[in-house]
């Protein structure tokens, strides 16, 4: 009875919503000019990393005090994970470890690149972050490297690092009235720093969403 | 009627089947994954959209760039949560109301 009811509004629902995109007029707000307009002084020149880190920048600040949140409640939540010995995965070969340890070096080189190239083409802070949890994933999978069991300083710095660059740049650009309004001329070096920031914290907080789960929960 | 809105009516069609399947599935990994097929959805509405009438707008792909990555975050948690309550409970499921 209830499912027939759910699956009954989910198609009426579908079907209203696909009525109304057929009569939906052209939209009053050009964004893409919009923002094709001030590209010159945004201080990048691919329009979604300017849009990501400067026209909108509160939203990405928002996202990753989100991420930090999300990694600081997986944390709380997962009980007293034992640290765990990689050497006993299954995976853990010495040729799989070696192509784990060899692929490092490259992938590190790809997340900089994509870091360096989203001012100017697809890419940017969270492409590369994502390479980095990738890497971090695959050397412990690879038996090379243990699970997060006991997160010390040096890795509870490097999760919340890229917030706090973030939130102490905006901060710091309150003196001059706006939140996150970049002076024209330094915009470009500001972003590059975020992002930079972002990308350890991401990839950081990517990878520990698997790491601090990575083993047997507690009988 | 060009592929933007066709992406839009696609997007519109899985949030409906996603809503469905949280509404109707017990079992929580199911379950989780019927909230991504949701997100999923919603994300092809705000892209397809975006570029019916010419280029892709630069806004919404930043906008949802930035979804996908929450998205990932709060599928993590869904998942460690889960994880608790099954070293908690043994239980993997909704447990059925009284009421139903």
């Known amino acids: 009875m209830r499912a027939v009811a759910v699956i009954l509004s989910a198609a009426a629902f579908a079907g209203i919503v696909i009525a109304q995109l057929l009569r939906l007029s052209t939209p009053v707000v050009d964004l893409p000019a919009l923002v094709g307009e001030r590209i010159p002084v945004s201080g990048v020149a691919h329009p979604v990393t300017a849009v990501l880190l400067n026209f909108r920048g509160y939203d990405t600040l928002l996202e990753i005090g989100v991420l930090l949140l999300a990694a600081v409640i997986v944390l709380a939540a997962r009980g007293d994970e034992p640290a765990m010995n990689p050497a006993a995965l ?9 192509f ?32 980095l949890a990738a890497m ?7 038996g090379v490297t243990g699970n997060w069991a006991k997160p010390g300083m040096a890795l509870r710095a490097g999760l919340t690092g890229g917030f706090l660059l973030f ?52 009988r | 009627m060009n592929s933007g809105l066709v992406f839009a009516m696609a997007g519109t069609l899985l949030f409906a089947l996603g809503t469905a399947g949280v509404l109707l599935v017990r079992a929580l990994f199911r379950r989780i994954l019927a909230f991504n097929v949701m997100g999923s959805g919603a994300f092809l509405v705000l892209v397809g959209l975006a570029q019916r009438t010419g280029p892709p707008d630069p806004v919404t792909q930043a906008m949802v760039l930035t979804g996908i990555v929450v998205a990932v975050a709060a599928t993590a948690l869904a998942l460690a949560l889960v994880r608790r309550l099954h070293a908690l409970t043994g239980r993997l499921e909704i447990q059925q109301r009284n009421d139903e």
Do not use: C
């Open chain 1, 136 to 142: 971090a994933v695959l050397l412990y999978l690879a």
């Open chain 1, 167 to 218: 939130l102490g740049v905006a901060a710091s650009l309150l003196i001059r009235g706006v939140l996150l309004q970049y002076p024209v001329e330094h915009a470009g070096q500001l972003i590059l720093l975020i992002e930079a920031g972002l990308t350890v914290s991401l990839g950081l907080i990517l990878a520990s969403l698997f790491l601090f789960l990575a083993a047997d929960p507690p």
């Open chain 1, 90 to 98: 299954p995976s853990a070969e010495p040729p799989i470890q070696m």
């Open chain 1, 100 to 131: 784990a340890r060899a692929t490092t070096g490259p992938m590190i080189v790809v997340a900089v690149y994509l870091l360096w190239a989203g001012a100017y083409q697809p890419g940017g802070a969270f492409q590369a972050g994502a390479v």
